[in-house]
Every structure is written in C-alpha cells, then in structure tokens.
C-alpha cells in the first residue's frame, strides 16, 4: 500500500516515514545551530524523507522556536531601496548581499505597507522572521530602535547612532578622522585661515563627527577654531563667499558636494578661481550634488566596506553566547583630488 503525506507535509509526517521522532526531525534541522550529534544514517534517512516528500522547514515555526533560519534582514527607516547602481543605498546592500552570501546567510527585505515605516505594528514586529537585521536610514526612528534593543532582538544598525540608556551595536565610517585628515593638510600648504560650512543643521550625528575632525584638527595644530558657517540652503552661499573673502578665508572645508559646486560657481561669478583662490576639500556626502567634472579633494564614504562589516559583526552576535553591543568604525579613503593648493 503506498504511503499517503498531506500535499504539505509536516514534521510529524517527515518522522513518520523516516522512522524517528519527531525530535529527531527537529534536531536534523537545527543540527548545524543546536551541537547536536546524530548519526549519519539517521540524519540521512531524514533528509531523504524530506527530499522525496518536498518538505521546507517554515521560518517562523523554526524562529519561535529557538532555531536559526540562517536568514538575515534588512530594513530601512526610508523607502529608499535604490533603482539604478548610483542610488546612495545601493553600495551598503551590496556589501550586505556580498558578505551574507560568503557566510553562508539569505537576505530579507523588510519593507511597510503604507503610511508610515514602523518596525513595531500592533505590538509585533516581522523582523522576527530573520535571525537578526541590519538597520540604516538617514533619518531613523530611535523610539523604535531602543523598543527592539529592549526586546532583545539582534540587530546592528549601519551608520554611528547613539541612543538613550544602553547603547546599540552599529558599524560606522570614521568621519572624524578623515575630516581631521583633511583639514590637517590645508594646514600643510600653508592655508592659515581655514573655515567649515555645511547646508542644513548640523544636528545629525554624521554631521556632528565631522564638525568634531574639524575641531580635533585645531586643537592638535595649537590653533584656534576656524569659523563654522551652517547656511539654510544653497541660495546662502553666494553671501557665504562674501564672508570668506571679507575674512581672508584661503581653505574651506565643505561638509557636502553641493556645497563646493554652489561655492566654485559663485566664486567664478567674483573671478575667484578653485584651487588658486581658494581650497577646498570635500568630506564626502553626495547629495543633491550634480557630479559635475571637478575632481574634489575629499574622502570617499566606504558604504560597501560598511555593509560587509555590519554583516560580519551581526552573524558573530548570533553565533556569540553572550551579546553586547559592540561598535565599529571603517576608515574613509582619502581622495587626492584637484581642489587643494598650496596657498600663494
């Protein structure tokens, strides 16, 4: 007489027809993650079972119950997953994709369905399908990110964020010692007044580890601080040029990219010329930028370098007995670009 499984088999099914427990399925299926010993034979005989009657193993059973689904997720606090290979984000998935794939983890793709993105909906959160999740976003919601540490969920956020009481693992690029790199070097040609503008506040935490290079710069010269101008938006900077002619400003060090393209075409407008007028470094930060055909002295932003340290770090704190936050930090390459001269 043959054997009869439902279309879906279960794992009762699966020891039924394999001649073992149900235990034994379940150890099978968590051996790699529980230490487990079973023997060959047995575990062969299972996973024939499995392969003839087309079982899959539901992640969420195997999550709430203690198991790895050897999964991990990505979610943004931003609907920013990128369409074309220059969209900011895409460098960071790649890296992500990059790593899981060599320790041998799927990515899942977290994303919500209308309104607001929320990790947390009526007291749950789907994160819970993967093993743990790499979160980044530029504007995150840190109520959310302090609930899902007080869970105790496993998570590694992408970028430096810092949160109320006890601190969250995150992997960040090292802003301030790239910016301190940079602004040390317009000390070495000679540049004796040197100041900082960024568009926007500066009240974000990327925002600040620059401004603090700036300043750790000063201090390790003996210097006293440069000017630090914070415009409103680009429309600013033609009286921001103003100011760095009235002060005698010879090297600007610009938070975005933006900023430097605005800055080099108003001062074109007064006939100043970039580098011999006026250097400038870049630190970095691409938005809104036009990409025009100018090679910037600056640092590049290591988002691919990220992603694969923020997997690494995420899969160790899986496979830790005990977990703590941990923070990493990824150097900035320095880029040497055209925009910095020695002063005249």
Not at 97 to 125: M, N, P
Not at 183 to 209: C, K, M, N, W
Not at 225 to 237: F, H, K, M, N
Request: charged share 25%; net charge neutral.
């Amino acid at each position: 007489m043959a054997r009869s499984v439902p279309k879906r088999p279960t794992q009762a099914d699966i020891a039924r027809l394999a001649g073992v427990s149900q235990a034994t399925v379940s150890l099978v299926l968590n051996e790699r993650d529980s230490g487990a010993r079973i023997s060959p034979e047995t575990r062969d005989r299972v996973l024939a079972a499995m392969r003839e009657w087309g079982y899959v193993a539901n992640a969420s059973a195997r999550s709430l119950a203690g198991g790895r689904n050897r999964i991990i997720g990505v979610y943004t606090f931003e609907p920013v997953f990128p369409t074309t290979g220059v969209d900011f984000y895409f460098p960071f998935l790649l890296g992500m994709e990059q790593e899981a794939a060599e320790l041998g983890h799927d990515l899942l793709l977290f994303t919500s369905a209308g309104g607001d993105r929320q990790i947390f909906r009526d007291g749950s959160t789907r994160l819970a399908l993967a093993d743990g999740a790499l979160l980044l976003g530029r504007n995150p919601n840190v109520d959310e990110i302090e609930r899902l540490r007080d869970s105790g969920y496993p998570f590694v956020y992408v970028g430096h964020r810092e949160v109320t009481g006890a601190p969250v693992s995150y992997v960040a690029a090292d802003y301030t010692a790239a910016t301190q790199e940079l602004t040390r070097q317009l000390f070495a040609r000679g540049h004796e007044r040197v100041a900082y503008a960024r568009i926007g506040e500066g009240e974000a935490q990327p925002s600040r580890d620059r401004e603090k290079g700036f300043r750790q710069a000063f201090r390790a010269d003996g210097r006293l601080i440069g000017p630090v101008w914070t415009l409103e938006s680009a429309q600013d900077v033609t009286g921001l040029v103003d100011e760095i002619v009235a002060a005698g400003i010879t090297g600007l060090v610009a938070e975005q990219q933006l900023l430097a393209e605005e800055v080099r075409a108003a001062a074109a407008r007064r006939g100043l010329d970039i580098p011999a007028d006026l250097s400038v470094v870049v630190l970095g930060d691409p938005t809104g930028a036009r990409r025009d055909d100018v090679a910037w002295t600056g640092f590049e932003v290591p988002r691919q370098e990220m992603g694969r340290a923020a997997t690494r770090l995420l899969v160790r704190s899986l496979d830790a007995e005990e977990r703590a936050a941990v923070r990493e930090s990824v150097g900035c390459p320095i880029v040497a670009g055209t925009t910095l001269a020695r002063r005249r």
